[in-house]
Nanobody, 125 residues
Framework: QVQLVESGGGLVQVGDNLRLSCAAS????????MGWFRQAPGKEREFLAA????????NYADSVKGRFTISIDNVKNTVYLQMNSLKPEDTAVYYC??????????????????WGQGTQVTVSS
């Protein structure tokens, strides 16, 4: 079935930019909402950004709006999260997720049906 594989994480310094990738496979995603979440140690999973596969509708968490950008390459079936001006508080495991149940863009993790394995992003000062 659906597979989501994140990549692109690593160790960066404050102020650096980083682009995460999520390779999506196993299904046609035309009616899906794709999302990015992160989870730091001891904290709940946090919504970052989401985007409809078709139509280009986006939604962002206030904490990252203006710094992070979600995009989709339909040819490569890849979802991206461009992260700019990274801060130490951005340190977390970043997850790609897919929601097939509804047409609206949800900020709630329980609305998403499929998840990748996560990729670690560490921002050092």
């Amino acid at each position: 079935q659906v597979q989501l594989v994140e990549s692109g994480g690593g160790l960066v310094q404050v102020g650096d930019n980083l682009r995460l990738s999520c390779a999506a496979s196993g299904r046609t995603f035309s009616n899906y909402v794709m999302g990015w979440f992160r989870q730091a140690p001891g904290k709940e999973r946090e919504f970052l950004a989401a985007m409809t596969w078709t139509g280009g509708y986006r939604n962002y968490a206030d904490s990252v709006k203006g710094r992070f950008t979600i995009s989709i390459d339909n040819v490569k079936n890849t979802v991206y999260l461009q992260m700019n001006s990274l801060k130490p508080e951005d340190t977390a495991v970043y997850y790609c997720a897919a929601d097939w149940k509804g047409v609206g863009i949800s900020k709630t993790s329980t609305e998403y049906d499929y998840w990748g394995q996560g990729t670690q992003v560490t921002v050092s000062s």
